[in-house]
Each structure stands twice: as C-alpha cells, then as structure tokens.
C-alpha cells in the first residue's frame, strides 16, 4: 500500500523561505514521477511543481525561479525548497505520486503573511 506524508509547512512572513518533505512508502520507485500541487481557499487544485526519476522538472510560471523541486530515489523522497514566498503561496499543499495509478499525501498547509 502506498502512503505519502507530507512535512515542513507552516506560517512565514513574506519573502521567507520554507522546505517541504514528502516522505513515500509501498511501491514507489524512480518510475513514478512525483510532485506538489497545492489547493486555496475557494480554488481549484493546481500543479506546483513535478519531477521524473531522472530529474526531469517541471514548474508552475507562478512559480519559477523561487521554488525548487528535488528528489531523493534510494530514500523515495521528493522535496519543494519554496524561496522569496509571497501571501499567494498561501495553501495547502499536497505531494502526489503519479504511475498507472495516482497517490496523493494529506497535505500541509502553508500560511504567508504579508
């Protein structure tokens, strides 16, 4: 069975910097392409940030440049080094592994204040 656990949100001022971790158990592998997406208040889901087993990447336009996604495969890990943080990062985020099938993490929330 797999299992996402999602750590490292919480509050932070504006133009602050925080680590996101995102720790995969069960039948995850570098096949799996693995990412962030992160949910607002009264808003749809959306992409962040994915990266493949080979450390293809991939980001959102809000947020290059300040956000960085990497991975761990021996550990089965993927992390989000999120820089220069502005109030509309504000969100839950979540960590999601995508194959045949798709895994999603609980999330963590990330609060911005200006």
């Known amino acids: 069975q797999v299992r996402l656990v999602e750590s490292g949100g919480g509050l932070v001022q504006a133009g602050g910097s925080l680590r996101l971790s995102c720790a995969a158990s069960g039948s995850i592998s570098s096949s799996n392409v693995m990412g962030w997406h992160r949910q607002a208040p009264g808003k749809p889901r959306e992409l962040v940030a994915a990266?493949?087993?080979?450390?293809?990447?991939n980001y959102a336009d809000s947020v290059k440049g300040r956000f960085t996604i990497s991975r761990d495969n021996a550990k089965r890990a993927v992390y989000l080094q999120m820089n220069s943080l502005k109030v509309e990062d504000t969100a839950v985020y979540y960590c999601n592994a995508r194959g045949v099938t798709v895994y999603w993490g609980q999330g963590t929330q990330v609060t911005v204040s200006s």
């Open positions: 990266i493949t087993g080979t450390g293809t990447t």
